[in-house]
């Protein structure tokens, strides 16, 4: 619960300066990924797989390569195709 609300601490103010939709959602997605992989250092019921991590650092680092990827690949297709999200979208409400 503290995570998800530092998250949200981080992630409200930005909501608005993001250049492409999908940015934020990858935001949400790399902070929590980085916060549970150091939260189970925290955690000493969770046994280790390898190099000394558990199962679910593993998996906390397999969605921090996708989500350092993934901004890259979304910004390509989206240039391929020429759009520009950022002048189609609406502006915030005040």
């Known amino acids: 619960m503290l995570l998800a609300a530092a998250i949200f601490a981080v992630v409200w103010p930005?909501?608005?300066?993001?250049?492409?939709?999908g940015d934020l959602a990858w935001l949400v997605l790399g902070l929590f990924?980085?916060?549970r992989f150091f939260v189970?250092?925290?955690?000493?019921?969770s046994p280790q797989l390898a190099l000394g991590l558990s199962s679910a650092q593993w998996t906390s680092v397999?969605?921090?390569?996708?989500?350092?990827a993934g901004?890259?690949?979304?910004?390509r297709?989206?240039?391929?195709?020429?759009?520009d999200t950022h002048d189609q979208m609406a502006p915030p409400p005040r």
């Open 40 to 45: 189970f250092f925290l955690r000493s019921d």
């Open 71 to 75: 901004p890259i690949l979304t910004a």
């Open 77 to 83: 297709v989206t240039d391929r195709r020429g759009l």
């Open 33 to 35: 990924a980085a916060g």
């Open 62 to 68: 397999v969605l921090l390569v996708i989500v350092i």
């Open 14 to 21: 930005l909501r608005h300066r993001m250049r492409r939709p």
